[in-house]
């Protein structure tokens, strides 16, 4: 006997990240065979996948050729950088539909471009300087503090902040050496408290679902590291929120983004705001959890319908109390287990626990987010409770290394809002 032909038509997912594992239960749902490009051996999201090719994300003419072979009819990346590039090269290539095009994204995946370009359209962000070279940060006429950072990288990787001249070289030094570009950024500090917008974009309209604070916490010689924690709603004048609104709108519209998620990054101080980085995405990690649980959005479902050119209902985005993404840090070591989150699940004090390690991983001491270890969500009806509930679940939870010692990092955990 023959296995019968399937005439479902094969979508391609680039990257199996976690966030990508409801990206694929929803093509399927949508009737798709799905094959998976990830260049890592078993990714979170593989087993949910029909096939699994060992291609990285950026090779972006393998992918057109897998696309071509399996004569796919959709190419989709939800919320990793830069994959997003080669999901628009392919689908223009192939004439599939998608939310926009590869220059688009290759004018947006590169940050020194991309800050031209918010410079041209007059949308605020951080003074900055181009350096072709490590020896050139001693000619630089900007006054400290100022960030140095790569164009081609995200996570924060290469990103650093320098006080005084003594500390700029070194981060000069650090953004050359992660970067495949000849050039790096150097950026005035914008002070105040960051701020990202989770949007989608509708008919050139944006929607904001999600304005949330991060919390981040400064590394040894200025290294910006990730964020411990994200609020929302986030605590900021109303006139700062007015601002980020208009922004907003300006990005979509000078940008010509039409039906996409968007993800907006900014400092705010006052009630100034000036964007840091925007990307026309879902944001990585717990994101989508965190848009779905404050807004009742599916932010991922939506993404799917932007790559289709159809709209999605988001009429009671109006936000639904107070909800934090926490995140776990522990000493560097090797990863055992997490005690007691059931419990604090069972109790109603935690929404939502996840682990990222398996027993054995190794936790380095950088404390970036390849190093979390968890994260959990808490839901809250004012600013109070939620702290209150963030601070017991931090209290309560511990982290054992496989020896069983305690290595949890307690404190690094809200404080105040
Ligand atoms: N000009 C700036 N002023 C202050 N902080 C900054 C500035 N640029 C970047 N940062 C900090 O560094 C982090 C990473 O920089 P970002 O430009 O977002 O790069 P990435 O692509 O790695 O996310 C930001 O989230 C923010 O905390
Ligand atoms: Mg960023």
């Given amino acids: 006997m023959h296995p019968m032909p399937s005439d479902k038509p094969w979508a391609i997912v680039l990257a199996g990240t976690i966030p990508h594992i409801p990206l694929i239960e929803n093509l399927k749902a949508r009737g798709y065979r799905v094959a998976l490009v990830d260049y890592l051996e078993s990714p979170p999201a593989a087993r949910l996948a029909d ?5 990285s994300t950026l090779a972006m003419d393998d992918v057109l050729a897998l696309a071509r072979a399996r004569n796919a009819e959709l190419v989709i990346s939800a919320c990793v950088d830069r994959a997003n590039v080669t999901a628009a090269y392919v689908a223009e290539r192939l004439s599939l539909p998608a939310p926009y095009g ?23 962000t951080a003074a900055f300087r181009v350096l072709g070279s490590p020896a050139e940060a001693s000619h630089l006429t900007m006054s400290f503090p100022v960030v140095a950072k790569p164009i081609d990288t995200g996570g924060s990787k290469g990103v650093r902040k320098a006080s005084k001249a003594e500390e700029l070289q070194l981060a000069v030094d ?10 790096i950024l150097v950026e005035e500090f914008l002070q105040g408290e960051e701020v990202s917008a989770d949007c989608m974009v ?7 679902l999600v304005l949330r604070k991060r919390y981040v916490q400064r590394g040894v010689d200025g290294a910006v ?9 986030a605590a900021i004048s109303a006139a700062a929120k007015q601002r980020i ?33 925007f990307a026309p995405r879902v944001g990585g990690g717990l994101n989508y959890r ?20 159809r709209p999605t209902a988001l009429a009671d985005h109006a936000g639904r109390g107070y909800l934090a993404a926490n995140h776990v840090y522990a000493e560097a070591g090797r990863f055992g287990e997490v005690r007691n989150h059931e419990q604090l699940l069972d109790e109603g004090i935690i929404a939502e626990f996840y682990v990222h390690k398996a027993r054995g991983a190794p936790i380095g001491a950088s404390m970036t987010s390849a190093d979390r270890v968890a994260s959990f969500m808490v839901r809250a009806d ?5 702290l209150r509930r963030t601070r017991e679940a931090m209290q309560r939870l511990d982290v054992l290394d496989v020896d069983g010692r305690s290595i949890v990092r307690r404190d690094v955990c809200l404080q105040a809002l």
């Fill in 102 to 124: 590869f220059a688009m994204a290759e004018l947006v995946a590169n940050k020194l471009r991309m800050k031209e370009e918010l410079v041209r359209l007059g949308i605020p």
């Fill in 225 to 233: 590291l990730s964020a411990y924690a994200s609020v929302s709603p």
């Fill in 202 to 208: 509708q008919d050139g309209q944006p929607h904001i």
């Fill in 290 to 309: 965190f848009v779905l649980l404050g807004t009742g959005v599916d932010i991922i479902d939506a993404t799917v319908n932007a790559y289709l050119g």
């Fill in 382 to 386: 004012s600013a109070e409770e939620l």
């Fill in 51 to 55: 096939e699994h090719s060992r291609v």
């Fill in 245 to 277: 609104h208009r922004v907003t709108r300006d990005i979509a519209r000078g940008f010509g983004l039409r039906t996409t998620p968007l993800l907006v990054q900014f400092m705010v101080d006052g009630d100034d705001a000036r964007v840091i980085e």
């Fill in 174 to 183: 650090e953004a050359f050496k992660v970067t495949r570009s000849t050039q």
